[in-house]
């Protein structure tokens, strides 16, 4: 199933408010981390799935990538990606990330943004970006943690007063589609476990060079109250990848 809700008006003005998308990558929590697994970028070709606005092309541009090729399935955030884009280097294209195609070891850096939980076949594109990146190519990501997405009502269990008790984890390895309430809508994701994503990573010829499971810095912590959740549950995993041959 290929879902594009950020071509409904309502769904994208939500996203909009959002403090990622007011903010950029510095009011992302994980960006961070994600920064330290990408590898330098400079003269390099880089291709970011599910661009969104832009954010990850522009800092890959900024950092000296020759090209940099942001792929989006929404119509809305490609126009706001090309408003907020004034750089020679970086080109966007409507186009579903299952849809992806581009030439045999055309890039040498692959990034995608929470984007891959909302993909149905895992596999498929790891063989995908491994045919695309040129050998030692990086494959960059992240998704929502499969602790995170095991349940689709992704929320903490409560006492009669509200107070949050723990955090239900629940059918975890029966991996596949969950329906899952975000910004007060319906969306589609694919819940798959942690060894899936490391294994069909391994069997389509790629090397694991990391991976995070984003418990929170101090530094975090004393930013927003709010991060004290994230070390009860890790709610993102971030993992870099090397394209072996």
């Not at 055309?106 to 491994?130: G, M, N, P, R, T």
């Amino acid at each position: 199933m290929k879902q594009n809700k950020y071509d409904e008006s309502t769904f994208f003005n939500e996203y909009s408010r959002m403090p990622r998308s007011t903010g950029g990558l510095e009011a992302a929590g994980e960006w961070p981390e994600l920064r330290r697994m990408i590898p330098h970028l400079k003269d390099k070709s880089v291709l970011d799935l599910g661009c969104g606005y832009g954010w990850h092309c522009r800092y890959a541009e900024e950092q000296g990538a020759t090209y940099v090729l942001g792929m989006d399935i929404s119509a809305k955030m490609l126009e706001r990606a090309r408003a907020l884009t004034d750089h020679q280097h970086i080109e966007y294209r409507r186009a579903a990330i299952e849809d992806l195609s581009v030439s045999d070891e055309s890039f040498e850096v692959v990034i995608s943004s929470l984007a891959i939980h909302y993909i149905e076949d895992f596999k498929q594109l790891c063989h995908k970006v491994h045919q695309i990146l040129t050998p030692d190519g990086h494959f960059v990501f992240s998704v929502e943690h499969p602790m995170f997405t095991a349940l689709a009502a992704q929320d903490f269990y409560y006492d009669t007063e509200g107070t949050k008790l723990h955090w239900p984890v629940d059918n975890y390895h029966l991996e596949g589609i969950r329906e899952a309430d975000f910004l007060g809508h319906t969306v589609m994701k694919y819940h798959r476990t942690v060894s899936t994503y490391v294994n069909e990573l391994l069997s389509a010829g790629f090397q694991l060079t990391r991976l995070s499971e984003l418990k929170p810095t101090p530094e975090m912590l004393r930013s927003s109250p709010a991060y004290e959740e994230e070390l009860r549950r890790p709610m993102f995993m971030l993992i870099s990848a090397v394209k072996k041959q």
